[in-house]
C-alpha cells in the first residue's frame, strides 16, 4: 500500500491515512464473532469471512479523486488482487457517508483487506463522526432503549440526521459515477423527535470526552490499589510517635535527642590518595 501510495502521490497528491488504525481493534473482531454466535455462525466460519482485519485509506483531492481511484485498481490488479464480488461500494451519494468501500483479496494466497477511498474532507469528517458510528454499531440504543425496538430505531435515526450535518458541505469529487457501483445505505427520516435528536448529540459530546480522554498520552492512570494488610504495614512506618517538626519550634519544646557522633574517617595526606580510574 505504501508503495502504490507513493507511485500516485506526485502526479495525483496521495495519502495514505490513518496508518495506526489499519489493524482491527480485538474489540470490534469480538463485537462481529458475537453477532455471529448469535445468528448461529461459529466464531471459525465468521474469522475466515472477516475482510476488514487489515484495512487501509487512501485520499486524493477532489480534482484527481477519480483518476487515482482508477490507477490504484490497475496497481493492485497487477498485483493479483481483485475486488471481492458484492464488495464494491460507491456511497458518494449517501446521506450519512461519503467515499467509496472496496475488500480485496489475492486469488493466490488469499490474503484479504479493506481499502477505502477518500478526499481530505471526506476523511475528516468519517473521523469526526466515529462516534456517533460507534454508538450505533455498539448496541448502545438497543441498551438504552430497554427492548423497546421502535425507540432504538428512532435512536439509530436521530444518529444519522446528526451524521448527515457533517457531511452539508462537501464537495464531491467530478467523475464518480465511472467508478464503483453506487449505493444508498441510509435514509433519513422526518419524523424523527428533536427531543432524541438533542440526546443522541449529547451522548456523541460525551463520548468524544470520554475517548478524548483515554487517547491523551498524559493522562495519569491510578495506581495499583494497596490490600488492607500492606495499608496497615505502610501506616505503622509512616507514624512518628515523637513531636513533630513544627511542634518542636514551639517555645518550651523539649529538645531533641542529640545525634549520634559521627564516624571519624582515617586522615589521608593528599600525597597518599588513591589512584583511580584513568579517564
Not at 83 to 108: C, F, M
Not at 163 to 185: M, S, T
Not at 236 to 259: F, T, V, W, Y
Not at 260 to 271: A, D, I, K, T
Amino acid at each position: 500500500m505504501k508503495n502504490i501510495q507513493q507511485s500516485a502521490a506526485e502526479s495525483h497528491g496521495s495519502r495514505l491515512e490513518g496508518l495506526e488504525h489499519s489493524l482491527k481493534t480485538l474489540g470490534s473482531f469480538q463485537r462481529k464473532a458475537a453477532a455471529g454466535v448469535r445468528n448461529r455462525k461459529s466464531v471459525e466460519s465468521t474469522a475466515r469471512k472477516v475482510e476488514d482485519l487489515n484495512r487501509y485509506t487512501l485520499s486524493f483531492p477532489p480534482e484527481t479523486y477519480t483518476e487515482g481511484t482508477k490507477q490504484t485498481y490497475e496497481q493492485l490488479r497487477e498485483q493479483g488482487y481483485e475486488p471481492i464480488p458484492g464488495k464494491e461500494q460507491n456511497l458518494w451519494e449517501d446521506p450519512v457517508y461519503k467515499g467509496i468501500n472496496t475488500s480485496w483479496q489475492n486469488a493466490e494466497t488469499q490474503e484479504k483487506f479493506e481499502l477505502q477511498f477518500h478526499t481530505p474532507d471526506s476523511f475528516r469528517i468519517k473521523s469526526e463522526t466515529h462516534e456517533l458510528y460507534e454508538l450505533a454499531r455498539s448496541g448502545h440504543f438497543e441498551e438504552i432503549s430497554d427492548g423497546n425496538r421502535d425507540l432504538a430505531k428512532e435512536y439509530e435515526a436521530a444518529s444519522d440526521i446528526l451524521q448527515n450535518e457533517y457531511y452539508q458541505d462537501i464537495d464531491i469529487p467530478p467523475g464518480v459515477e465511472q467508478l464503483a457501483e453506487r449505493k444508498v445505505r441510509a435514509t433519513l427520516d422526518p419524523g424523527v423527535r428533536p427531543h432524541i435528536v438533542e440526546e443522541v448529540r449529547t451522548m456523541e459530546a460525551e463520548l468524544k470526552t470520554e475517548n478524548a480522554a483515554k487517547a491523551d498520552p498524559t493522562r495519569q492512570e491510578p495506581g495499583p490499589e494497596l490490600s488492607p494488610e500492606v495499608s496497615e504495614d505502610l501506616s505503622e512506618l509512616l507514624r512518628d510517635d515523637g513531636p513533630s517538626p513544627l511542634d518542636r519550634l514551639k517555645p518550651g519544646a523539649p529538645e531533641p535527642a542529640p545525634s549520634p557522633s559521627p564516624v571519624e574517617l582515617p586522615q589521608q595526606s593528599l600525597g597518599q590518595a588513591p589512584k583511580g580510574p584513568r579517564l
